[in-house]
């Protein structure tokens, strides 16, 4: 069974950075597909970026060039390195294994692994 931890969320000024942590069990990161996703209240979880078996990653064009998506394979961790912060970046955040790699593996997928997420508010 699939289990994610969420972590390193917070709150943090326009501008500034955040890195966001994804600690999985039961599932090896490196050998699967990544997905990072968001959610603010009233809307649907949107793909934020992935990370594919072969550490090819995709990025919404929201955060092309902002955010960053890395794993730890001996810790079998998920990063999303997020710079330059919005105040529209502010979600909650998950990360979950995904199906597709590529633009298609930013469709939100069905599936029942989603953890608690980690709550990111950037200010003016």
């Known amino acids: 069974q699939v289990q994610v931890v969420e972590s390193g969320g917070g709150l943090v000024q326009a501008g500034g950075s955040l890195r966001l942590s994804c600690t999985v069990s039961?599932?090896?990161?490196?050998?699967?597909?990544m997905g990072w996703f968001r959610q603010v209240p009233g809307k649907g979880r949107e793909g934020v970026a992935t990370?594919?078996?072969?550490?090819?990653?995709t990025y919404a064009d929201s955060v092309m060039g902002r955010f960053t998506t890395s794993r730890d394979s001996a810790k079998n961790t998920l990063y999303l390195q997020m710079n330059i912060l919005k105040p529209e970046d502010t979600a909650m955040y998950y990360c979950v294994p995904v199906s597709f790699i590529g633009t298609r593996g930013l469709d939100v997928p069905d599936t029942n692994a989603w953890g608690q997420g980690t709550q990111v508010t950037v200010s003016l």
């Open positions: 039961g599932y090896t990161v490196s050998n699967y597909c």
């Open positions: 990370i594919d078996s072969d550490g090819t990653d």
